[in-house]
Antibody, heavy 118, light 108 residues
Framework: EVQLVESGGGLVQPGGSLRLSCVASGFTFSSYWMSWVRQAPGKGLEWVANIKQDGSEKYYVDSVKGRFTISRDNAENSLFLQMNSLRAEDTAVYYC???????????WGQGTQVTVSS | DIQMTQSPSTLSASVGDRVTITCRASQSVTTWLAWYQQKPGKPPKLLIYKASSLESGVPSRFSGSGSGTEFTLTISCLQPDDFATYYCQQYSSYSMYSFGQGTKLEIK
């Protein structure tokens, strides 16, 4: 069974940091582009970042450039998102996705909640 | 950046109806367009990729069409399980994906 399990979310003060993790199972993780997608409360989906199979290419939405870093460990079937200088507008559920359909996200985790508030 | 605009934002329909949701891109994405279904409290589910390819396990009443800047998702005969929010997503290059704002499909 294909599975993505996120962890690392929580409550953090503005300016703080969090590191999200996502562990994959049931598919060949090292063959997939992987992404992080977020959804603010009551809002739509926003693509945040993605990373190539070997980690050699990484891309970010403009609003997180310079603050967030995506990475992966293929030996551990794991995806990460280091989030620094967090802002209230980063509050959202963060989903880990596997982009196996020519770039479309065919597998999704259940999400982890990140709340930025004082 | 490529902006995606869906219409309508909300759609009221009845079981058995045929419905169409439109997605427009601010520039051509050729056929690099996906559709997702999301229910409250759940992650999105991929329905259609490459504009018209049906994801495995998705009922055939769902179909996608279009190319360039205009795309449609059609549900041919609405079932109770189909009432949800639908999003389009362009992925014309790996360097910048973007989603439409969503279309909420409600029971009339």
């Amino acid at each position: 069974e294909v599975q993505l399990v996120e962890s690392g979310g929580g409550l953090v003060q503005p300016g703080g940091s969090l590191r999200l993790s996502c562990v994959a199972s049931g598919f060949t993780f090292s063959s997939y582009w992987m992404s992080w997608v977020r959804q603010a409360p009551g809002k739509g989906l926003e693509w945040v970042a993605n990373i190539k199979q070997d980690g050699s290419e990484k891309y970010y939405v403009d609003s997180v450039k310079g603050r967030f870093t995506i990475s992966r460990d293929n030996a551990e079937n794991s995806l990460f998102l280091q989030m620094n200088s967090l802002r209230a507008e980063d509050t959202a559920v963060y989903y880990c996705t596997g982009d196996g359909r020519l770039g479309a996200s065919d597998c999704w985790g259940q999400g982890t909640q990140v709340t930025v508030s004082s | 950046d490529i902006q995606m605009t869906q219409s309508p934002s909300t759609l009221s329909a009845s079981v058995g109806d045929r419905v169409t949701i439109t997605c427009r891109a601010s520039q051509s994405v050729t056929t690099w367009l996906a559709w997702y279904q999301q229910k409250p409290g759940k992650p999105p589910k991929l329905l259609i990729y490459k504009a018209s390819s049906l994801e495995s396990g998705v009922p055939s009443r769902f179909s996608g069409s279009g190319s360039g800047t205009e795309f449609t998702l059609t549900i041919s005969c609405l079932q109770p399980d189909d009432f949800a929010t639908y999003y389009c997503q362009q992925y014309s290059s790996y360097s910048m994906y973007s989603f439409g704002q969503g279309t909420k499909l409600e029971i009339k």
